[in-house]
């Protein structure tokens, strides 16, 4: 796998020169600077990527040993999501910015079709018993949000008598206080997240999807398809779709890209890599019925990003972010899987038989925890958890298993 890091930009706490001595090569960012649905020029890809992979400041003209392998993400701009007419003209945006990248040379793009919120936690610092903090998603406290913050009409309908007393009794233990700061954590937006909302903005959008069902959403899924996938073929750029996380449908908004059908579904709208997957282990490992080696497995040829990262269920729904070879990822065989992959697209010449992989969220941990960080992008937890990962990569590479 080609080990890559996710950046921030030139704000990020974690600088390319930690990220070199964690031993990443490649660089997964954003021009999050652009407004959502505007055009990436090829000049300010440019830029970054020049900003990224040679060190001007002190050693002019010296690579620094980094390639900006993947933009994760280009957002998918709301109109185009709801199948509004003014879509056209933010496809037509979205077409040139993946010229562009493709212009650029790079070679992968990411994007996730969740409607409204982007990635979805109640708590950035649940306390873990060895004193690190991890990123989690409470049902109680989620519920607490739609039911008692939010106050969605329709929310009382879609949960049990059993889940609302619950919820209540979560809400009525909150200080204001803490009452805020959940809010915040859903629709404040997390980072590489969509734009943050207010209460009221947040109501206006959820609106917008009262007549949207899962087909209609679906629909418009494939009409971006079918517009994109052409210009990205024409590009060499492959993109790369991601799971909704969590995936369930929250706020009763439409979720089509949570299960290894809704994957198949996808492909099959234009069969080419460059139509392909991002695979995040701990987004889709949220529901037990996903199969993540076989998904890797039987989607394999598709995937052209792997987001490896592990969570914790519980049974009300709930789930935390677990380390990354512990929780109810199978990663020993997710891992075996994505070699037995590679080694299909050595012996087919394909050039991309090095999938490009990030470690992703980690916990907080040592020194980071007396820092600002990003929730779950704080250096050291991620250090560990690559570290974990290149190792596990080594050990069954050595043990053979992938030739049998
Ligand atoms: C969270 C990430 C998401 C992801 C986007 C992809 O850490 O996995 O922000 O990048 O949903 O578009």
């Known amino acids: ?24 090569t490649g660089i997964v960012t954003a021009l999050h600077e652009v407004p959502i649905g505007e055009v990436w020029t090829e ?20 690579p620094r040993g980094l390639k900006w392998s993947v933009i994760e993400s280009i957002p998918v701009h709301e109109d185009i999501k709801q199948g509004k007419p003014s879509r056209t003209k933010w496809i037509e945006n979205y077409k040139q910015s993946i010229r562009n990248a493709g212009k650029a040379g790079i070679p992968v793009v990411t994007y996730n079709w969740m409607p409204v919120v982007d990635w979805t936690r109640t708590n950035l610092e649940m306390k873990l018993e060895d004193g690190a903090r991890a990123l989690q998603f409470s049902m109680n406290e989620y519920m607490a949000f739609d039911l008692f913050i939010l106050q969605r009409t329709n929310a009382v309908q879609e949960y049990t008598e059993a889940q609302i007393s619950a919820a209540k009794k979560t809400f009525e233990s909150m200080s204001s206080e803490q009452q805020y700061v959940l809010q915040n954590n859903i629709i404040a937006g997390l980072p590489g997240g969509q734009q943050g909302y207010s209460l009221d903005d947040f109501r206006r959008r959820l ?19 079918k517009q994109i996938v052409p210009v990205a073929i024409e590009s060499g750029v492959r993109l790369a779709i991601h799971p909704d996380d969590p995936p369930i449908s929250l706020f009763g908004l439409p979720r089509v890209v949570s299960t290894e059908s809704d994957l198949q579904y996808i492909v099959s709208v234009a069969d080419s890599i460059y139509n392909g997957l991002c695979i995040c282990t701990g987004s889709l490992g949220v529901r037990p019925d996903n199969d ?3 998904i890797v497995e039987r989607l394999g040829e598709k995937i052209n990003f792997l987001h490896l ?3 914790q269920r519980s049974l009300d729904g709930s789930f935390h972010e ?15 899987a994505v070699l037995k992959e590679q080694k299909k697209r050595h012996a087919a010449h394909r050039q991309d038989e090095q999938i490009p992989m990030r470690a992703d969220h980690g916990h907080t941990i040592l020194d980071d925890l007396k820092k600002k960080t990003n929730p779950g992008y704080s250096a050291i937890g991620l ?10 990569e080594l050990g069954i590479e050595k043990s053979g298993v992938v030739y049998n």
């Not at 040679?54 to 002019?60: A, K, L, M, S």
């Not at 677990?322 to 075996?336: F, I, P, Q, T």
């Open 1 to 24: 796998m080609e080990q890559t890091w996710r950046w921030y930009g030139p704000s990020d706490p974690v600088t390319l020169a930690d990220i070199r001595q964690a031993g990443a």
């Open 43 to 62: 000049e300010a890809i440019l830029e970054r990527k020049r900003h990224i992979e040679w060190d001007d400041t002190t050693h002019p003209g010296k």
């Open 309 to 311: 990262r592990s969570t």
């Open 322 to 336: 677990a380390s990354h070879l512990r929780g109810d990822v199978d990663m020993y065989n997710v891992m075996v």
């Open 207 to 225: 609106d917008e999807y009262s007549e949207i069902t899962p087909e209609v959403y679906r629909e418009n899924l494939v009409y971006f398809l």
């Open 292 to 294: 993540l080696p076989g």
């Open 383 to 392: 250090l560990r958890g690559m570290a974990e990962l290149r190792g596990l």
